[in-house]
């Protein structure tokens, strides 16, 4: 069974700075391009970042220049290092692996920026 645990989330003030990181099963990990994807209350998921197998990252506009996405191939995790946070980052965000044969979702991890 596919897992991706995710960890990080938590409340942060405005300006402020998290971390998160998302471990998956070997296997999947190097077949897959991973991603961030985040949902606000009464939104529809969007991207945030992805990084392909290949080395390419990709980011949501909002985000450039704010959050960094890193891939570490030997311990099989994809980290999301967010700064410069702002109220409307406040957010459920979402791990997600996939290539064109499957796409798997984490649980899910509360990032709340608020004072």
């Known amino acids: 069974q596919v897992q991706l645990v995710e960890s990080g989330g938590g409340l942060v003030q405005p300006g402020g700075a998290l971390r998160l990181s998302c471990a998956a099963s070997?296997?999947?990990?190097?077949?897959?391009?991973m991603g961030w994807y985040r949902q606000a209350p009464g939104k529809q998921r969007e991207l945030v970042a992805t990084?392909?197998?290949?080395?390419?990252?990709n980011y949501a506009d909002s985000v450039k220049g704010r959050f960094t996405i890193s891939r570490d191939n030997a311990k099989n995790t994809v980290d999301l290092q967010m700064n410069s946070l702002k109220p409307e980052d406040t957010a459920v965000y979402y791990c997600?692996?996939?290539?064109?044969?499957?796409?798997?979702w984490g649980q899910g991890t509360q990032v709340t920026v608020s004072s």
């Open positions: 070997g296997s999947i990990f190097r077949r897959s391009t």
């Open positions: 997600n692996a996939r290539d064109v044969q499957f796409s798997y």
């Open positions: 990084f392909t197998r290949g080395g390419i990252t």
